[in-house]
T-cell receptor, first 113, second 114 residues
Framework: SQTIHQWPATLVQPVGSPLSLECTVE??????LYWYRQAAGRGLQLLFY??????ISSEVPQNLSASRPQDRQFILSSKKLLLSDSGFYLC????????????FGPGTRLTVL | DAKTTQPPSMDCAEGRAANLPCNHS???????VYWYRQIHSQGPQYIIH???NNETNEMASLIITEDRKSSTLILPHATLRDTAVYYC???????????????FGQGTILTVHP
């Protein structure tokens, strides 16, 4: 069966510090991968998606970046965090040939102080 | 993708059916209706989806009107664990090298009470 992992679960970082969030998927090959963010009291916003290794598309301009160094690994990064980067970050995957269901990870709650 | 409109909140008594409405009057012929839910501090969970026929699975039923401009998610016997934010999403199903972007609105906060 497929599983999706995210770490860390919670993170408190000062403004201006770097960020690296990691997501890995097990039990599937060639997944589409997604990074979403949910700010406090708001809906989920798609940040990045990837259809393959090294292929990243950005949905919104921001100071975050994403990378996909391996087929089932998706990384969200920032060189300098802003207060507005606080939120709940969710990684998700689905099968590129069957979009019936998108599977979400447990999320990382980031607080920037 | 078409936009959706949902009531911000609803209440339901435990054991009763919860009927969550969604309006999607600008839906296109090739767009599906999806429902996800998000329990507090967790990632969203897929519930059900449909194109134009009514659908049922172990979690819920989806009723889509004939003109496809609105739909209703039915939880037949709501439990306290069904308390969550329910999102109605309209999306094209893409295949091949495309991707399946989900656009989440504010959803409906469903509170199931004893």
């Amino acid at each position: 069966s497929q599983t999706i992992h995210q770490w860390p679960a919670t993170l408190v970082q000062p403004v201006g510090s770097p960020l690296s969030l990691e997501c890995t998927v097990e039990g599937t090959s060639n997944p589409n991968l997604y990074w979403y963010r949910q700010a406090a009291g708001r809906g989920l916003q798609l940040l990045f998606y990837s259809v393959g290794i090294g292929q990243i598309s950005s949905e919104v301009p921001q100071n975050l970046s994403a990378s996909r160094p391996q087929d089932r690994q998706f990384i969200l990064s920032s060189k300098k965090l802003l207060l507005s980067d606080s939120g709940f970050y969710l990684c998700a995957w689905d099968n590129r040939f069957s979009y019936n269901e998108q599977f979400f990870g447990p999320g990382t709650r980031l607080t920037v102080l | 993708d078409a936009k959706t409109t949902q009531p911000p909140s609803m209440d339901c008594a435990e054991g009763r059916a919860a009927n969550l409405p969604c309006n999607h009057s600008t839906i296109s012929g090739n767009e599906y209706v999806y429902w996800y839910r998000q329990i507090h501090s967790q990632g969203p969970q897929y519930i059900i989806h449909g194109l134009k026929n009514n659908e049922t699975n172990e979690m819920a039923s989806l009723i889509i009107t004939e003109d496809r401009k609105s739909s209703t998610l039915i939880l037949p016997h709501a439990t306290l664990r069904d308390t969550a934010v329910y999102y109605c999403i309209v999306r094209r199903n893409a295949g091949g090298t495309s991707y399946g972007k989900l656009t989440f609105g504010q959803g409906t906060i469903l509170t199931v009470h004893p």
